[in-house]
């Protein structure tokens, strides 16, 4: 590559502003953020999604275990009568393997339900106090500040 190809390269990337970052599902792709006007975005949240993914991650804790133990009473006394049939041996591995899963499941369910909780905690607290601290903040030539 020659050095002048080189340098229209460069000059055509800062033409493009290509080091500016915009971030994906700004208002005008369906996101969360607001236009706070001049071209800026302002993101937002809620604790909604994160309560709402709390409750699912309950619900499924609560249909795995469940499933797991609906899994378990069906398979109960499989084996009576059917021992030696070569079926049987792979019917149980599949059971046990459904067993173990659903039960990884269930754990995990239980422990993302307090996690996913305490996020929509602390952003809510960090709202306050951001704001809190935003408001205390006195801006000499604005009503407030006057």
Not at 101 to 115: A, H, N, Q, T
Not at 118 to 124: N, P, R, S, Y
Request: charged letters at 30%.
């Amino acid at each position: 590559m020659a050095w002048d190809e080189w340098e229209q390269l460069k000059a055509d990337a800062a033409e493009r502003h290509t080091t500016q970052m915009q971030l994906n599902s700004t208002q005008g792709d369906g996101g969360f953020a607001k236009s706070a006007g001049g071209g800026v975005d302002i993101l937002e949240h809620s604790r909604g999604p994160w309560a709402s993914a709390a409750r699912t991650s309950d619900d499924l804790h609560g249909s795995t275990t469940a499933a797991r133990s609906d899994l378990a009473k069906a398979h109960d006394g499989m084996g009576g009568g059917l021992e030696g049939l070569a079926s049987i041996t792979s019917v149980k591995a599949v059971s046990k393997s459904w067993q173990d899963r659903l039960g990884r499941v269930r754990d995990e369910c239980r422990s993302l339900e307090p996690k996913l909780r305490q996020v929509a905690i602390d952003l809510g607290e960090a709202d306050a106090e951001v704001s809190n601290k935003a408001k205390a903040v006195t801006v000499p030539g604005t009503r407030r500040g006057e």
